[in-house]
């Protein structure tokens, strides 16, 4: 079997599992609907570990553009450090993101949180008889989803897709957008393949910085741990601003510093870029209109703000996975990693 077989044929399979993931949510949409208006929480809670956590992060942002109290917490902090989290007198919902829906925080914390708090829980995952699937007050299982590789691709970008629909479903938010999504995707991969190949076989890069704010931050620290998971390279994320205050001091001609560039502070953040430039860095901007970064991923333009987030992945997830192979490692097993985290200690 050729190195990262299973993981490139997951990523360039997106397009067709995105549209399983709208439809798993358009059928459990009225579900979702009534549960939240009978359970009527004054907070959400989203978790998860890993990818999922970091998506979650996402996750809890979009909710809070629908005009919902919520946070993100990795999930063995809901479970170690609940006083931190719960408050007294408030109505919490939990929403739980697992790939597997068999990760031991996440299972635990959720058991936790029907012991002390007593709300419904929401699962969205990629394992429709999973523990988590099966224990929670409503599921959205996108079997088609999970994957042969340890490092999640077509898994967190799928269940990426449905929880940007539960926040616009609770905005109001008219959805068709989402339907050109799955040829959007397709047309990133084609486009930019090469571009992503190109920079992942490049020997002068050392280090990679994946800049991100407010719900792209999240996206950003995917992007990060997929580079470290599959190839061992150096790689970190920031917010994007924040990368002035410490860390640009790594930035030289051996670094790669990757913008996701949001419409709303797009002025900031190309800015950003263009010091690093100056310090040598290498620069790749993803924005949804042109910028003047030499190398440029273009986002179609038409998508509101809120369907955006998962579009800024796939083509980071090729680029981590040709520097893998460029290193000599098999992405579809990481180093001293599982697709499942089992633990007996909690």
């Given at each position: ?39 009527e ?17 996402t ?7 629908a005009?919902?109290?919520a946070?993100a ?10 006083e ?10 939990l ?7 068999a ?45 042969k ?12 897709l ?13 959805r068709?957008?989402?339907?050109r ?39 950003a ?6 580079m ?12 994007t ?13 051996n670094a ?21 430039r ?5 620069t ?6 042109a910028t003047?970064s ?5 986002l179609?333009d ?20 040709h ?20 633990l007996?200690?909690?």
């Amino acid at each position: 079997m050729n190195a990262g077989q299973h993981t490139v044929q997951e990523i360039y399979s997106q397009p067709r599992v995105w549209a399983d993931a709208l439809a798993v949510f358009e059928a459990g949409e009225s579900t979702f609907s009534d549960l939240i208006a009978a359970a009527e929480p004054d907070h959400v809670v989203v978790t998860g570990c890993g990818s999922t956590y970091y998506l979650s992060l996402t996750a809890a942002r979009l909710l809070r553009g629908a005009g919902i109290d919520a946070q993100a917490r990795p999930a063995s902090e809901l479970l170690l450090f609940p006083e931190s989290i719960y408050l007294p007198g408030r109505k919490y919902a939990l929403i739980t993101v697992s790939r597997s829906g068999a990760t031991t925080e996440t299972r635990l914390a959720g058991s936790a949180f029907k012991a002390r708090i007593g709300g419904p829980i929401i699962t969205v995952t990629c394992d429709s008889g999973s523990p988590l699937a099966r224990k929670s007050d409503l599921a959205f299982a996108i079997d088609s989803a999970s994957e042969k590789s340890v490092a999640q691709t077509r898994s967190f970008s799928s269940m990426c897709l449905v929880l940007q629909q539960m926040a616009a479903a609770l905005a109001g938010h008219e959805r068709t957008s989402s339907l050109r999504l799955p040829a959007q995707c397709q047309q990133l991969l084609d486009s930019f393949g090469d571009l992503a190949e190109t920079l992942g076989a490049d020997r002068g890069i050392e280090r990679f910085f994946f800049l991100g704010a407010d719900m792209l931050y999240g996206i950003a620290c995917e992007a990060m741990l997929k580079m470290k998971e599959m190839s061992l390279s150096y790689s970190e994320a920031f917010h994007t601003l924040e990368f002035r205050h410490g860390p640009m001091s790594m930035a030289a001609e051996n670094a790669l510093v990757v913008g996701l560039i949001s419409a709303q502070s797009a002025r900031q953040e190309l800015q950003v870029l263009r010091e690093m430039r100056r310090l040598g860095a290498q620069t790749l901007s993803i924005a949804p209109f042109a910028t003047d970064s030499p190398r440029h991923i273009a986002l179609p333009d038409d998508l509101p703000v809120w369907n955006a987030p998962v579009l800024y992945l796939p083509v980071l997830q090729l680029l981590a996975y040709h520097r893998a192979l460029r290193n000599g490692q098999n992405p579809d097993r990481p180093q001293n990693l599982s697709a499942v985290i089992s633990l007996a200690d909690l």
